[in-house]
């Protein structure tokens, strides 16, 4: 009897070391897959860390694209569209660890505005106004983003890689310098008007300043417009050449080499603008001293 209790006790014992072994079993099976389950959860906020740092770099990007627009005046959505993607595609080549991100997005929105056309042209000078940035920064940048564009085809999704000039860029410059100035609206387009004829007189005609910078040209016909007699605003070319980036030296030689045809520009102006006697006035002496320099030279 002793025998046959001590025996099932014994029994009892194995199948409690049994259970026992088999909870540990599965509680080393639990922990193991609670571990793995961790490890795989690290796993993902490892996977998921890149993107979510994208989006942050996203919304980075837009602030500042967002903030160069506006203090450029561009309202254009598709400019800013895309140069949120063409900063995109400058982080991805990772030009940023040699160039400062904000001048990254001040290229890339002169490069979109450039694109873009039109009434969206700017200079490199208000750019660099508006970023506070070096101008020479700003421009090895976008030369450096064009070199990239031209390579990369993720840029076939944003258009073809050529700039949208439905207006000549040295009209659009010289129409926003006229709006800085707070010019009357009939002056704005008497501004862009000169401009135009500028240009359509210059281009393949050979004329001495058609190799000029077009920023250099624009600065040249608000100068012309100053010395009207009837110009609505006393402006004198130091401050043409603060407001425009332009050199005082650079403007006085471009717009001595325009004065032999001052007339071809001023022929159709508006006559509650400039008369013909007020231009004959205002710089016929002006050209007469000028050929006689070139005489003597």
């Not at 407001?243 to 650079?250: A, D, F, N, Q, Y």
Request: aromatic share 8%.
């Amino acid at each position: 009897m002793l025998n046959g209790g001590h025996s099932l006790k014994k029994k009892n014992n194995s199948h409690i070391s049994s259970e026992r072994a088999c909870v540990y079993n599965k509680f080393n099976i639990s922990e193991t897959g609670f571990f793995t389950s961790l490890s795989t959860a690290d796993a993902s906020v490892n996977r998921f860390r890149p993107t979510l740092e994208t989006n942050i770099k996203s919304r980075r990007f837009f602030k500042d694209i967002e903030f160069l627009c506006n203090g450029l005046n561009l309202t254009n959505q598709r400019v800013k569209n895309r140069a949120c993607e063409i900063s995109s595609e400058m982080a991805a080549n990772g030009i940023q660890k040699s160039i400062r991100l904000l001048t990254i997005h001040a290229a890339c929105v002169l490069y979109a505005a450039r694109m873009e056309g039109g009434d969206s042209n700017r200079t490199f000078r208000e750019i660099a106004m508006v970023a506070a940035r070096p101008q020479k920064e700003i421009a090895r940048c976008f030369k450096i983003i064009g070199k990239i564009l031209t390579k990369t085809r993720h840029y076939n999704s944003m258009g073809s890689n050529t700039f949208d000039d439905n207006r000549h860029p040295t009209i659009s410059f010289a129409k926003n310098y006229a709006i800085y100035l707070n010019l009357p609206q009939q002056w704005v387009l008497f501004t862009e008007h000169l401009a135009s004829k500028t240009v359509s007189l210059g281009t393949g005609s050979g004329k001495s300043w058609e190799g000029r910078s077009r920023s250099s040209i624009a600065a040249t016909v608000l100068y012309i417009l100053s010395r009207l007699p009837k110009f609505p605003v006393r402006l004198d070319v130091k401050k043409i050449a603060f407001r425009t980036g332009v050199r005082v030296s650079t403007i006085m030689s471009c717009y001595r080499d325009m004065l032999p045809v001052i007339n071809q520009l001023l022929d159709s102006a508006p006559c509650e603008m400039v008369s013909e006697k007020e231009i004959t006035n205002t710089f016929d002496c002006e050209l007469i001293a000028c050929n006689h320099n070139k005489k003597i030279a």
